[in-house]
């Protein structure tokens, strides 16, 4: 096919008609003809097609008539095989917008005559890619045939190996048959990584002769990147996950003892991978890091062992002496990665070597006390840190480092390892004392100082305490160092000041000094004024924080007032201005939770808070919203139970979830709730699968032990 051809009647299209994932699509006429003529700014054409029209997976109207352009291309031999995984993008995605479903695969199955022909093409590549493509359109009368017949006469590995792929998206069982013979250690790599997984999609048992196809493939990664299944990049990690997803005793043991064998290979790369894939299978499956702990123990020295060691934390304790022994080598960068995994594996025996090379052991002090430290246990009070801690607190008092602003602000990276020095001392209370000067000391520039001096503070005598207030009030404009002050000293003018001052500043000001005021209740009643003009300020575009705003100032009233004729219609207005708007769906939840406060002052708010019951993340706050100010005889429990338990099932808000297992109460579930919750409790499945990647397999050792105690209380 000519490419004149190929492009008949693209500017008479009517474009301007359909959309695709930036508006209009009045663009694709001179993206397609870009692309197709291949000259110096196809590639850059190539990537606003996939951007506009398979916008990270999700297809459009658009979408259906481009198709038949990108078919009439790849058959004219001009820019085939990026034609045609583009086309195969688009007859892979279950996710449409606009359009209705299956259109788009539709559209690309009518363009099979036109592909068909290329499966037989003398490039390789474009067989391959034709294979790939062909396979995503998932026709039996026309698709399968032609793979089948072009599976029996290929001889390219790669190419049959897609081929193969190809055939079981169109016939598992077909696929699963022919792989059967091909997983010996004569079939070329490609093909017999293929056939492993046409028998894990088509959920065949795994077998030895499974097994020992993996071991004798890896390393993977290179032949998995010989096709096109982007989901099979990472091959090792893939079969485990796809084990381990059965869910069944079986399938575990086999997953963990093909990571078991790939551990402990004796070649770095196989190590490697296997190390990545370890690390999925942790977060995975509660019992695999007990199975494969003693295996990745011996590998500490590799980055990827010892982080993954520190992701498990205290259940892979028998780590800690190779960790402790790494952690004290001279070089900084491999014994500060020892010293982080040390840090949340064995924290006792971490603290003296942390404080033996403090400042130069960044990623174990953020493990300590920054974004990694766990919410649930204080790094432990020591007392060679903490006199390290003071002295590099002393220094920061004196120095003006290079770097730093004519202002004398500091620097983010000097913020940062203040922060974590101060949170250090925040978390050991009282026992940290002593450090009490240097904390007044960097206050000047560090006013976060204040949130651990009074942490610190608790129970000083008449002549410290009023030292350390002067060191606050001389700071007090800031709202937390105010709040500091009061918390201190109970001394409300410097907070009503700054206060005052924050609500002026906008939505992220009047939220702050919103939520402090409310802790202080009715003794805050002189700043109502204030509050009532920060919620009637003028606002540009209802975005997140501002609706957050309006939350925390109706309940500041409340608190403050008890007026609920005045709050009651802001909180409804922020259940309105969040229903069905995505970036909203938080800030509902938090509102839900939040008008528990009101009591039964709350109670025009009931139907608002049944409308999200259905919704698993908000449901668990509506619950808890409702048995709040609900009237109690209308309340359905059993309903509002299901809910809470479909949000841990899902899972949505696990934490808000066990919060309303515990206010729901003991007779509330019935037996076969109850059941249901046992098995989420001790099943080997982890229920939190999402967050910081670092904190997963933590989080959801703490949920089991909360479910735990739920069905403790449950009987």
């Not at 220094?395 to 250090?424: I, M």
Request: glycine share 6%.
């Amino acid at each position: 096919m000519e490419l004149l051809t190929a492009l008949a009647g693209l500017d008479a299209h009517p474009w301007a008609t359909v959309n695709h994932a930036y508006g209009p699509a009045e663009d694709l006429p001179g993206l397609l003809r870009t692309f197709a003529e291949g000259g110096e700014d196809a590639e850059e054409a190539l990537d606003e097609l996939y951007g506009s029209i398979v916008h990270q997976g999700t297809v459009y109207a658009a979408s259906v008539d481009a198709a038949p352009y990108l078919a009439r291309i790849a058959a004219s031999g001009r820019q085939t095989v990026d034609a045609l995984r583009l086309l195969g993008c688009l007859a892979e995605s279950e996710d449409e917008y606009g359009v209705e479903p299956g259109a788009v695969r539709a559209v690309v199955t009518a363009q099979l005559p036109l592909l068909i022909p290329l499966l037989s093409d003398g490039d390789a590549a474009v067989r391959q890619a034709a294979g790939w493509t062909v396979g995503h359109t998932r026709d039996s009368c026309t698709a399968l045939p032609a793979v089948r017949a072009r599976l029996a006469a290929e001889t390219e590995p790669a190419v049959r190996a897609e081929l193969l792929t190809a055939y079981g998206r169109l016939d598992r069982a077909g696929a699963v048959a022919e792989a059967r013979a091909l997983l010996g250690p004569d079939t070329p790599a490609p093909l017999r990584l293929a056939a492993v997984f046409a028998a894990l999609d088509a959920e065949e048992p795994w077998l030895a002769a499974h097994r020992d196809a993996v071991l004798g493939l890896l390393p993977a990664r290179e032949t998995a990147r010989s096709g096109y299944a982007d989901e099979h990049r990472e091959p090792l990690s893939v079969v485990v996950g796809i084990l381990l997803g059965r869910d069944t005793d079986a399938d575990r043991e086999s997953a963990l003892a093909l990571l078991d064998a790939a551990l402990r290979d004796e070649r770095p790369e196989v190590r490697a991978e296997a190390l990545w894939a370890a690390d999925r299978a942790c977060t995975m499956s509660r019992s695999a890091p007990q199975r494969l702990i003693p295996a990745i123990a011996p590998l500490a020295a590799d980055w990827a062992a010892a982080q993954l060691l520190g992701k498990i934390g205290p259940a892979a304790a028998e780590a800690a002496p190779v960790l402790a022994e790494l952690a004290a080598q001279p070089e900084d960068e491999p014994a500060d990665q020892a010293l982080a995994a040390l840090v949340l594996v064995a924290p006792q025996a971490a603290a003296p070597l942390l404080a033996r090379a403090l400042g130069r052991r960044p990623r174990a002090m953020q493990c300590a006390a920054g974004s990694h430290a766990p919410a649930d246990a204080p790094f432990p009070f020591d007392p060679e840190l903490f006199a390290a801690v003071r002295a590099r607190l002393a220094a920061k008092a004196l120095e003006r480092p290079e770097g730093r602003k004519d202002c004398g602000c500091p620097t983010t990276e000097d913020h940062n390892d203040t922060a974590q020095l101060v949170h250090l001392l925040r978390q050991w209370g009282p026992q940290a004392v002593e450090a009490l000067p240097e904390l007044c000391a960097i206050l000047p520039r560090f006013q976060y100082a204040a949130t651990a001096i009074t942490a610190v503070a608790a129970g000083i005598g008449p002549e410290r305490r009023e030292q350390t207030a002067s060191a606050l009030r001389a700071d007090a404009r800031k709202l937390f160092v105010a709040q500091a002050l009061h918390e201190l000293t109970g001394e409300t003018g410097p907070l009503f000041a700054a206060a005052e001052a924050a609500l002026a500043t906008g939505a992220r000001g009047g939220g702050e000094a919103a939520r402090a005021l409310a802790d202080l209740g009715p003794a805050a009643a002189r700043l109502t004024p204030a509050l009532r003009t920060s919620l009637g300020r003028t606002i540009d575009r209802d975005t997140t924080p501002e609706v957050d705003t309006d939350l925390a100032l109706a309940l500041a009233l409340w608190r403050i007032t008890g007026e609920a004729a005045e709050v009651v219609p802001v909180l409804a207005s922020v259940f309105d201005r969040s229903e069905g708007r995505r970036w909203f769906h938080w800030t509902a939840a938090r509102a839900a939770r939040e008008v528990a406060v009101l009591g039964p002052a709350g109670r025009p708010l009931t139907a608002r808070l049944q409308a999200l019951l259905d919704d698993p993340a908000q449901a668990p706050s509506a619950v808890l919203g409702l048995l709040a100010v609900a009237d109690p005889a209308g309340l359905d429990r059993a309903r509002l139970a299901e809910a809470v338990l479909h949000s841990v099932e899902t899972p949505a808000d696990l934490k808000g979830a066990c919060d309303a297992l515990r206010a729901l109460g003991a007779a509330t579930l019935t037996p076969e709730q109850h059941d249901r919750l046992a098995a989420l409790a001790t099943g080997d499945r982890r229920l939190v699968v999402s967050g910081s990647d670092h904190a997963i397999i933590r989080e959801d050792e703490q949920l089991r032990a909360t479910l735990a105690s739920v069905l403790d209380r449950v009987g």
